[in-house]
């Protein structure tokens, strides 16, 4: 007689064989993921380009998570190196938006994407970039911005909007640093009340959910600039209020020990942020006076941070340049890590004219002109929404949510 053999019951050690080739299923450890990358000699994800692993971050959960990571930011040595770029900022028609436009620092221009669009509205300020992130200032209020990743979050408000105090925001000012040792991101807000003479700070550490206070800051009053460079924040505050102006000192911030310092500004050496603006070059700090003539710029640079030494350095403009240059209110705008230094227009051009950048070489004395395309054209109806603000740009995947 036939046996069936679909009938037969498999064997109890059958059955013990099959049970030890089931794979039990492990959870996902995004920093054994990365221990793995880091480990990796060979070109990895952590050498892939920042638009790369932007799209990467849609194909699965494990890719999400892996590149989203902060160790993953950590250990991203993105392969070739980009090249320096620049970040314009620029508001929409009736400054209801914020606009990013991202371009290469390339000695032959080129083209300036649309990379991100921020609404509600226009900041009164926004921030040089700080390692590619840039932070928007509304007073009681503040957004940090990656325009690589196409990324916005809003800080916490620092009181509810219907308080009383709101109505005093003048000097309520928020800047950006970057603590190069542990890599955290710190916006500091100073709120200077001039009816009361005091001053309170705040900082808010990227990641956190709400402000805390710090004490020891002097009691003036914060101008809508600043630089962060080698982990400390440096911005000028006013220290008497006039109606035939006041007298400004330099403040800085230690981002890692939320210590200040306040530095004199040598004799001579512009106060106000609307004549002059802080830039840094080869690691050191700069004030750029841009109103001096027509004839060029003066720059004070700070040679000695802890001995307050300061030496003075002229950049005399091309003949074929002048007249360029002081029709259209060119400013010292920043620089880039070739050791150069941005100037370009307050406002945008007009249409079917393209938009200069200039780059000065104090080493070399090399000054070029390049054409920027792509940003918007200038509005006759709407001059409100003219004015754009140039930064050094380096992508960056740091995740903001």
Same mark, same amino acid.
């Given at each position: 007689?036939?046996?069936?053999?679909?009938?037969?019951?498999?064997?109890?050690?059958?059955?013990?064989?099959?049970? /030890?080739?089931?794979?039990?299923? !492990?959870?996902?450890?995004?920093?054994? *993921?990365? *221990?793995?990358?880091?480990?990796?000699?060979?070109?990895?994800?952590?050498?892939?380009?920042?638009?790369? @692993?932007?799209?990467?971050? +849609?194909? *699965?959960?494990?890719?999400? #998570?892996?590149?989203?990571?902060?160790?993953?930011?950590?250990?991203?040595?993105?392969?070739?190196?980009?090249?320096?770029? %620049?970040?314009?900022?620029?508001?929409?028609?009736?400054?209801?938006?914020?606009?990013?436009?991202?371009?290469?620092?390339?000695?032959?221009?080129?083209?300036?994407?649309? +990379?991100?669009?921020?609404?509600?509205?226009?900041?009164?300020?926004?921030?040089?970039?700080?390692?590619?992130?840039?932070?928007?200032?509304?007073?009681?209020?503040?957004?940090?911005?990656?325009?690589?990743?196409?990324?916005?979050?809003?800080?916490?408000? $620092?009181?509810?909007?219907?308080?009383?105090? !709101?109505?005093?925001?003048?000097?309520?000012?928020?800047?950006?640093?970057?603590?190069?040792?542990?890599?955290?991101?710190?916006? @500091?807000?100073?709120?200077?009340?001039?009816?009361?003479?005091?001053?309170?700070?705040?900082?808010?550490? @990227?990641?956190?959910?709400?402000?805390?206070?710090?004490?020891?800051?002097?009691?003036?009053?914060?101008?809508?600039?600043?630089?962060?460079?080698?982990?400390?924040?440096?911005?000028?505050?006013?220290? /008497? %209020?006039?109606?035939?102006?006041?007298?400004?000192? $330099?403040?800085?911030?230690?981002?890692? !020990?939320?210590?200040?310092?306040?530095?004199?500004?040598?004799?001579?050496?512009?106060?106000?942020?609307?004549?002059? *603006? %802080?830039?840094?070059?080869?690691?050191?700090?700069? #004030?750029?006076?841009?109103?001096?003539?027509?004839?060029?710029?003066?720059?004070?640079?700070?040679?000695?941070?802890?001995?307050?030494?300061?030496?003075?350095?002229?950049?005399?403009?091309?003949?074929?340049?002048?007249?360029?240059?002081?029709?259209?209110?060119?400013?010292?705008?920043?620089?880039?890590?070739?050791?150069?230094?941005?100037?370009?227009?307050?406002?945008?051009?007009?249409?079917?004219?393209?938009?200069?950048?200039?780059?000065?070489?104090?080493?070399?004395?090399?000054?070029?002109?390049?054409? #920027?395309?792509?940003?918007?054209?200038?509005?006759?109806?709407?001059?409100?929404?003219?004015?754009?603000?140039?930064?050094?740009?380096?992508?960056?995947?740091?995740?903001?949510?």
């Amino acid at each position: 007689m036939l046996e069936n053999k679909s009938d037969k019951q498999p064997t109890a050690p059958a059955i013990g064989v099959r049970e /030890t080739k089931r794979r039990k299923a !492990t959870p996902y450890s995004p920093s054994k *993921s990365i *221990s793995e990358v880091r480990n990796n000699s060979s070109p990895s994800s952590n050498q892939l380009p920042v638009k790369s @692993l932007i799209r990467f971050r +849609c194909v *699965s959960k494990f890719c999400s #998570i892996t590149i989203s990571h902060p160790s993953f930011v950590t250990v991203h040595q993105p392969y070739p190196r980009p090249k320096p770029g %620049l970040l314009f900022t620029c508001a929409t028609r009736l400054q209801l938006a914020q606009t990013f436009f991202a371009a290469t620092a390339s000695q032959n221009g080129g083209p300036a994407t649309c +990379c991100l669009i921020v609404p509600p509205r226009f900041s009164r300020y926004t921030t040089q970039s700080v390692n590619g992130i840039v932070c928007m200032d509304f007073g009681i209020c503040a957004t940090i911005c990656n325009p690589s990743t196409r990324q916005a979050i809003s800080l916490p408000f $620092l009181c509810p909007k219907t308080s009383i105090i !709101t109505s005093n925001t003048y000097f309520c000012v928020n800047v950006l640093g970057f603590n190069p040792n542990n890599k955290q991101y710190k916006v @500091l807000n100073s709120w200077g009340n001039y009816n009361l003479g005091t001053t309170e700070y705040r900082v808010f550490t @990227l990641g956190t959910r709400k402000w805390r206070r710090v004490h020891g800051g002097p009691a003036f009053f914060a101008q809508r600039e600043s630089i962060c460079i080698g982990g400390i924040i440096f911005f000028r505050s006013w220290t /008497t %209020l006039g109606t035939n102006g006041g007298l400004a000192v $330099l403040v800085s911030f230690d981002v890692q !020990t939320e210590s200040f310092r306040v530095i004199n500004l040598p004799r001579g050496a512009p106060y106000n942020v609307a004549t002059s *603006s %802080l830039i840094q070059l080869k690691g050191r700090l700069i #004030i750029a006076d841009y109103q001096i003539d027509s004839e060029g710029y003066c720059l004070w640079v700070v040679e000695d941070y802890w001995n307050e030494i300061w030496t003075q350095h002229y950049v005399f403009f091309p003949l074929c340049l002048k007249k360029t240059i002081t029709g259209h209110n060119v400013i010292v705008s920043g620089s880039i890590d070739t050791g150069e230094i941005i100037m370009a227009p307050q406002c945008l051009s007009a249409p079917f004219t393209p938009f200069y950048v200039y780059y000065c070489n104090l080493s070399r004395g090399h000054f070029i002109s390049v054409k #920027i395309f792509g940003l918007p054209d200038y509005d006759a109806f709407d001059t409100s929404s003219n004015n754009v603000a140039i930064t050094n740009y380096v992508e960056n995947i740091l995740p903001l949510s």
